[in-house]
């Protein structure tokens, strides 16, 4: 991974940590194109946010990173400005960085009903011939569950009610995130995927960035899939409500 476009990322993001200047070189400072709304655009509003940090306040831990083409994904444990899970985005053009997007979410204070939190579990990347077939199924699946609502299809994605899930408020297997999703209809909360965005994919692995609705706010979706043997076996997300448009650092959208 020697100074491969993963490792820039991970050591990009670990300068947040470190305050190494070194890394900030992998990114092309006459194109940076900023998606994380509470930081102004280009190079100059990366260092703006830095600066902002309390000093020697910042951790970063990047549990996986996968690479999809252009693209440098990671999942990572933070604290920065208090203790959050994130995913980043990374676009590359000329072996620089470009374009950045990312979605955060509080770190909750203890693990799911099942015992996950939100970045443990699998890490190992394999059935890299897979990668498109996993894309497709997982593109699938936010469309005909998230975005359609067709739970008549639900079952068919899942190996029986084996089903990993890192989700802070639900528990494990296909039966846990349906009493989830009834509790919450009982309640009046609904969820709705409107728009995918992205599917970017390495092997076994699968992100999707979404928008929608939770429960009436407008929030970012990222959800990460494990795929075993043509079936959903495992997944994480971080979900970020999207601030209003006054409040945004820079034009270019969450997306």
């Known amino acids: 991974m020697e100074n491969s476009n993963k490792q820039k990322v991970v050591s990009l993001l670990k300068a947040i940590e470190t305050g190494a200047t070194e ?3 992998y990114i092309n400072p006459n194109k940076y194109i900023q998606h994380n709304l509470g930081a102004a655009d280009g190079l100059a509003g990366f260092g703006a946010l830095l600066q902002a940090l309390p000093p020697n306040s910042a951790k970063v831990n990047t549990v996986r990173v996968f690479q999809d083409g252009d693209y440098v994904f990671t999942h990572t ?3 920065f400005f208090g203790p959050k899970i994130g995913f980043d985005i990374f676009r590359f053009e000329d072996g620089k960085i470009v374009e950045h997007w990312d979605n955060l979410q509080e ?3 203890q693990p799911n009903p099942s015992g996950h939190t939100m970045v443990d579990g699998t890490t190992a990347i394999n059935d890299l011939d897979k990668t ?3 894309k497709t199924l997982v593109r699938n699946f936010v469309d005909d569950i998230l975005v359609n609502g067709r739970m008549e299809k639900l079952a068919a994605y899942f190996d029986g009610d084996n089903y990993i899930q890192h989700n802070p408020l639900i528990a494990d297997q296909l039966s846990g ?3 989830a999703l009834a509790e919450w209809g009982k309640q009046g909360i609904t969820m709705k995927y409107d728009t995918i965005h992205k599917v970017l994919g390495e092997g076994n692995f699968v992100l999707a960035v979404s928008e929608g609705h939770l429960a009436g706010n407008h929030n970012s979706f990222y959800d990460l ?14 979900i970020e409500p999207i601030p209003a448009k006054e409040t945004w650092k820079n034009n270019n959208g969450k997306f």
């Not at 899939?225 to 971080?238: M, P, Q, S, T, Y």
């Open 132 to 134: 498109e077939d996993n």
């Open 77 to 79: 444990d933070y604290n």
């Open 107 to 109: 770190t909750p204070s």
């Open 23 to 25: 890394p900030i070189g």
């Open 225 to 238: 899939f494990r795929v075993e043997n043509g079936k959903i076996a495992e997944h994480w997300d971080v």
């Open 177 to 179: 995130l349906g009493s």
